[in-house]
């Protein structure tokens, strides 16, 4: 049964440092990854998808990547802002065509 | 143009109650999934539709919970006899077409208590 980890599970960094969150998974037999953010009582918007044949993928100051392999994928976020804070969630694409779900890394960004 | 809508945005009701949860899909999305997201936990899946056929109700975690989809359109997620334990977010998602190249986009979500 696929499992997903996101560590850590909150993290709080200045204005302006880079970071990275990071995402593993059980079983390597994936279709894609996902990251998505969640805004309180908004829904998920959709940040990167990365399919299962790539290595990254980069969108304006976010950059995923993934290693099937051994189960990994960072999303490494560049001149942090405040805009930034959210809950961000990784989602893996099983055989079954179902999202399996991290429970998300809550980040603050500090002004 | 509109994206995922969800109604009621909130829903508080009585240990016991039906209650019924509508999503409106993106227009032209043909695969249309439910989640449900429990405080302090991941999103768990409960349903997925291609058209108006549910091939994978796996997710579904009692036969309290159905989901039924229209017109290749909107969809409603009912709970019968509502325990406390159903008290969760439910998010609705939709995509153009179910592969795995496709995103999902998200609904705001319903927040269902139940008292």
């Known amino acids: 049964k696929q499992e997903v980890t996101q560590i850590p599970a909150a993290l709080s960094v200045p204005e302006g440092e880079n970071l990275v969150l990071n995402c593993s998974f059980t079983d390597s037999a994936i279709y894609n990854l996902q990251w998505f953010r969640q805004d309180p009582g908004k829904g998920l918007t959709s940040l990167l998808l990365i399919q299962s044949s790539q290595r990254e993928q980069t969108s304006g100051r976010l950059n995923a990547s993934l290693d099937k392999s051994s189960g990994r994928s960072t999303l490494y976020i560049a001149a942090s802002q405040p805009g930034d804070s959210a809950t961000y969630l990784c989602?893996?694409?099983?055989?079954?065509?179902?999202?399996?779900w991290g429970a998300g890394t809550k980040l603050i960004i500090k002004p | 143009g509109a994206g995922v809508s969800q109604s009621p945005s909130n829903k508080v009701t009585e240990k016991g109650k039906d209650v019924e949860l509508r999503c409106d899909p993106i227009?032209?999305?043909?695969?249309l999934y439910w989640y449900r997201q429990s405080l302090g936990q991941g999103l768990e899946f409960l349903i997925y539709f291609q058209g108006n056929s549910a091939p994978d109700k796996s997710g579904l975690p009692s036969d309290r919970f159905s989901a039924e989809r229209t017109g290749g359109s909107v969809s409603t997620l009912t709970i019968q006899r509502t325990q406390q334990e159903d008290s969760a977010v439910y998010l609705c998602?939709?995509?153009?077409?179910?592969?795995?190249?496709?995103?999902?986009?998200f609904g705001p979500g319903t927040r269902l208590t139940v008292l």
């Open positions: 227009s032209g999305h043909t695969a």
């Open positions: 989602a893996v694409r099983d055989s079954n065509y179902q999202l399996i």
């Open positions: 998602a939709s995509s153009y077409w179910d592969t795995n190249t496709d995103t999902q986009y």
